[in-house]
């Protein structure tokens, strides 16, 4: 059973550019989630996709998007970089949406490190 | 907003020590979760928490949730330096998806 696994793991954009993370789930799980993580901070939920579509999103401007596909896994996209976005970009798969008691068991992946200058 | 404070921020002792790590919040939460995150990992799963002043132990760990569902505690027994991590609480609130993570306990265990 593969884990959760990220693309790419490290990535240095300027200001302004945009950028796509990648993120495969862990076998098994249909849905994935995303978090930013800062330095020295607690990771940030920015948004849930269930079935293709986004169903749960935290406080991020609509720059962050993502995307879902047909085998699950899934990708982050945010245009028009800030250097506040520098960040380790977290990737959590799980066997539902969760919302439930108890529920949602998430598997986090290494995460993607993205410097933005 | 539903924040989770952890505290203390910074832990360094020396291995055999035991210690106490505290996550507190002003809100409810249905679930709570503890995790630990090594430096260039993701935070990896050690505990949930669901009922009012529910413990449960795992090895030399012990968890904690309060009566109100609003803090929870781990307690290590006779730290050893794989210990050494950041542990991170997260909670959430009921018919959420979302997690919200406290900003963690960076642990240094020295032998």
């Known amino acids: 059973e593969t884990g959760v696994t990220q693309s790419p793991t490290h990535l240095i954009k300027t200001r302004g550019q945009q950028v796509t993370l990648r993120c495969s789930s862990q076998?098994?799980?249909?849905?994935v989630s995303w978090y930013q993580q800062a330095l020295g901070q607690g990771p940030q939920f920015i948004f849930q996709?269930?079935?293709?579509?986004?169903?749960g999103r935290g406080n991020f401007p609509p720059r962050f998007s993502g995307l879902q596909f047909p085998n699950y896994s899934s990708e982050l996209n945010v245009n028009a970089l800030e250097l506040d976005d520098s960040a380790l970009y977290l990737c959590a798969s799980s066997l539902d949406p969760g919302g439930r008691l108890g529920a949602n068991v998430l598997t986090f992946g290494a995460g993607s490190r993205l410097t933005v200058l | 907003t539903q924040l989770l404070e952890q505290s203390p921020q910074f832990l360094s002792i020396q291995e055999g020590e035991n210690l106490t790590v505290y996550c507190n919040s002003s809100?409810?939460?249905?679930?709570l979760q503890w995790y630990r995150q090594e430096p260039g990992e993701g935070p990896v799963l050690l505990v949930t928490v669901v009922t009012g002043g529910e413990v449960k132990k795992l090895k030399r760990l012990t968890f904690q949730f309060g009566d109100a569902r609003k803090d929870s505690s781990l307690h290590i027994t006779a730290a050893q330096p794989g210990d050494t991590g950041l542990y991170l609480c997260a909670g959430r609130a009921g018919g959420s998806y979302q997690l919200t993570f406290g900003k963690g306990t960076k642990l240094s265990v020295i032998p």
């Open positions: 809100s409810v939460f249905s679930s």
């Open positions: 076998s098994g799980h249909n849905t």
């Open positions: 996709y269930y079935r293709e579509e986004e169903n």
